[in-house]
T-cell receptor
Framework: KAGVTQTPRYLIKTRGQQVTLSCSPISGHRSVSWYQQTPGQGLQFLFEYFSETQRNKGNFPGRFSGRQFSNSRSEMNVSTLELGDSALYLC????????????FGNGTRLTVT | EDQVTQSPEALRLQEGESSSLNCSYTVSGLRGLFWYRQDPGKGPEFLFTLYSAGEEKEKERLKATLTKKESFLHITAPKPEDSATYLCAVPMKNQAGTALIFGKGTTLSVSS
């Protein structure tokens, strides 16, 4: 079974730009969660989607948004990038909900200059 | 306030030198505690789920245990390939629902 696939693996953007990251979950998994990982803050929850609906949202500004498609693939968007948005963005999928183990992709490394 | 705290932040061991990593949590109504391993440049890899106090799970040189306030990840006779960051996580409620919340991890280095 293929794992969680995230594209692209690396991105370099300039302050003020926007960026879209993509995630393909494990086949059959309907829940997709997004996390931001930085050395200082660790893994921080961004949001979770289940059956195309945002089921939960973390404490991030509205510049961070996401969506899920009917095939469970998900995208997250960050608008008006700031230097502090530089991080590893991780996507994880699970069959049901956050009480189930999450299976992570290898992330997208975003650098904002 | 619900939270997850891991200690120590970093641990250096000699090959064969056993030790334990700690994950303490404050949450009402624990609905599982998860352990993950993360290698540099990769996403976390699921190791174990523990659901109730007294439960233990083992995988090769790793054994996870759970009490009402904390979990331990015991590493017996570690090898250099066990070097990684170990993360624990607990489902916690926020205003919108339940999310898996992670501790900041313990970075383990095992030298030969």
């Amino acid at each position: 079974k293929a794992g969680v696939t995230q594209t692209p693996r690396y991105l370099i953007k300039t302050r003020g730009q926007q960026v879209t990251l993509s995630c393909s979950p494990i086949s059959g998994h309907r829940s997709v969660s997004w996390y931001q990982q930085t050395p200082g803050q660790g893994l921080q929850f961004l949001f979770e989607y289940f059956s195309e609906t945002q089921r939960n949202k973390g404490n991030f500004p509205g510049r961070f948004s996401g969506r899920q498609f009917s095939n469970s693939r998900s995208e997250m968007n960050v608008s008006t990038l700031e230097l502090g948005d530089s991080a590893l963005y991780l996507c994880a999928s699970s069959p049901r909900d956050s009480n189930s183990p999450l299976h992570f992709g290898n992330g997208t490394r975003l650098t904002v200059t | 306030e619900d939270q997850v705290t891991q200690s120590p932040e970093a641990l250096r061991l000699q090959e064969g030198e056993s030790s334990s990593l700690n994950c303490s949590y404050t949450v009402s109504g624990l609905r599982g505690l998860f352990w993950y391993r993360q290698d540099p440049g990769k996403g976390p890899e699921f190791l174990f789920t523990l659901y109730s106090a007294g439960e233990e799970k083992e995988k090769e040189r790793l054994k996870a245990t759970l009490t009402k306030k904390e979990s331990f990840l015991h590493i017996t006779a570690p090898k250099p390939e066990d070097s990684a960051t170990y993360l624990c996580a607990v489902p916690m409620k926020n205003q919108a629902g339940t999310a898996l919340i992670f501790g900041k991890g313990t970075t383990l280095s095992v030298s030969s």
